[in-house]
């Protein structure tokens, strides 16, 4: 799911929150949407059952050995857990977790898990970078913040594929192809890409599954000693949350999902609705941009899709010629980079002026350098070339969990249609970006499926109206399939809301985490 991992204003642009969010070449099943109404498919996720199977008792009854990490105020440990479920026994997988101890005042009220999305964000990271020094101090206080790297991801035995260099030619292949040529050059670097992950991770690949992830979690939440599981999931985060509460519904305790993922939506729907949410964001952008001075897209009065049509020849333009972008590896501002730097733009609208100087710095002066940079915050590659590993386990975890959107250069061409009304911007490159899982090693576990998650104490599903990555209608619908959930809206722009200045969302998600009162049905906020 394609859904990136949340970005905060406070800290720098990078690659996040639902990354189910859409990079050019890694996106494969996540997406955001207009339509409210979607088909229901018959699969119900089922509760595990109650009693802990004896073959996991020695995973539940461990305990953490506690120890500093290198940042001020905060403790690590590993944990084990079973790198296959149904067969405990075959070996064990180690998971990286952090925590940053209660505060005070005021009475601990256990444990707060936290994790950012993804799939392939680093959990821990977000802890030690934000939430552990950045959540209300009231929140601080009572709880133990804590976060796990899932399976696969980070410094939890992740997934490899690409070395820097090859990665650097992946990112920059043409998803926009124009020929059959090009058409098979990005069919053999999705080939290659896989291959490089069956080859590095050849094991770990059949076993970083969303329910997995979520099984994980219930170990700790037992190592942790609590009786309840508290969580904060952003973005893909809810998708791995409603796992968990679909699960271990008996096991729930104050749960919130903000940025919710629809898991009743096939690969194909969730591609082809968060392409059309990346365009409700780029048009608030475009309304945003013409009303500026420094707009290289257009000026007062430009409409919205002028200013769509603008950047689409913009990216035609680097597709036939890229332009330098003062990179030390030699790179150039190619079409594949620069969506993918504008893509990276839209998850945040404190990012916009940014946005626009990288724009009127490659328009105008021909210096992609700015474009560079967004992307590269988006793939999480550093200056020295190395990329974390946070793309490939997007990958590794979205084509496990959902049959592949398209089997085939053909089925691609036969959805172009959708994908341009979808977004007349980005449809045609995230179309493409859609064939990635068709050539995965590794065939898929999960399907479509509704999580009701009965018996479960009361969760608050939060959805953003103009949420590029994880449109608003996904919100309802897993707020409709919860017995429990209700809806907590923002109207506004940006991907998720909880902690990016909605004094009303900030307010009312603390109330629920610290008192347990749930938000009034139908709560609004901006």
Request: net charge neutral; aromatic share 8%; hydrophobic share 35%.
């Amino acid at each position: 799911m394609y859904i990136r991992r949340t970005l905060r204003p406070t800290r720098p642009l990078r690659a996040s929150g639902l990354l189910l969010a859409a990079t050019a070449l890694l996106i494969s099943a996540c997406s955001s949407g207009s339509s409210t109404t979607t088909p229901t498919p018959d699969a119900a996720l089922a509760a595990l059952p109650r009693a802990t199977p004896t073959a996991l008792s020695p995973y539940y009854g461990q305990k953490l050995n506690w120890r500093t990490c290198g940042v001020p105020g905060f403790q690590c440990a590993t944990m084990k857990a079973p790198l296959d479920y149904a067969k405990p026994a075959s070996g064990d997988i180690r998971l990286a977790v952090a925590r940053k101890k209660a505060t005070g005042p005021g009475k601990r009220l256990g444990s707060l898990l936290v994790n950012p999305g993804g799939p392939g964000g680093s959990a821990v990271g977000y802890l030690q970078s934000f939430a552990g020094i950045g959540y209300p101090a009231e929140v601080r206080a009572r709880y133990d913040m804590v976060a796990v790297d899932p399976r696969g991801v980070a410094r939890s035995e992740p997934v490899e594929c690409l070395t820097g260099p090859q990665m650097d030619r992946y990112t920059q292949t043409d998803t926009t192809p124009d020929d059959k040529r090009e058409e098979g050059q990005l069919v053999d670097a999705y080939k290659k890409f896989a291959e490089g992950c069956g080859q590095r991770s050849p094991e770990l690949l059949r076993h970083v599954s969303t329910v997995e992830a979520a099984r994980d979690m219930d170990i700790l939440r037992a190592a942790l000693g609590d009786r309840k599981l508290t969580y904060v999931g952003a973005s893909y985060g809810t998708f791995l949350g409603a796992t968990y509460a679909g699960l271990y519904p008996d096991r729930v305790g104050r749960m919130v999902l903000d940025g919710a993922l629809d898991p009743s939506l096939d690969a194909r729907k969730l591609n082809e609705q968060q392409t059309a949410g990346f365009e409700t964001a780029f048009q608030s952008f475009a309304k945003d941009c013409v009303r500026k001075s420094d707009c290289p897209l257009g000026g007062a009065g430009t409409s919205t899709e002028q200013v769509g049509k603008n950047l689409k020849a913009f990216f035609q333009r680097l597709d036939k010629a890229p332009i330098p972008a003062g990179d030390a590896d030699g790179r150039k501002l190619g079409e594949a980079l620069a969506t993918t730097g504008v893509i990276a733009a839209m998850y945040d609208q404190s990012t916009w002026p940014q946005l626009r100087e990288a724009l009127t710095s490659a328009m105008e002066d021909k210096d992609g350098a700015g474009l560079l940079a967004l992307s590269d915050s988006y793939y999480e590659r550093d200056a020295d070339g190395r990329y974390a590993n946070l793309m490939y386990a997007n990958a590794a975890v979205n084509c496990l969990d959902l049959p592949a959107a398209f089997s085939s250069p053909e089925q691609v061409e036969q959805a172009l249609p959708a994908f341009e009304k979808a977004s007349p911007v980005f449809g045609d490159d995230l179309a493409w970006a859609s064939l990635n899982c068709a050539y995965w090693p590794v065939k898929p576990t999960g399907e479509p499926h509704r999580i009701a998650a009965k018996g479960a104490a009361p969760i608050v599903v939060v959805g953003t109206t103009r949420d590029p990555a994880t449109p608003y209608p996904w919100a309802q619908s897993l707020a409709s399939q919860l017995s429990s959930a209700t809806l907590l809206t923002y109207v506004g722009d940006g991907h998720t809301a909880y902690g990016r200045g909605s004094r009303c969302i900030d307010t009312t998600i603390d109330r629920y985490l610290l008192h347990g009162t749930p938000p009034a049905k139908g709560k609004r906020c901006s």
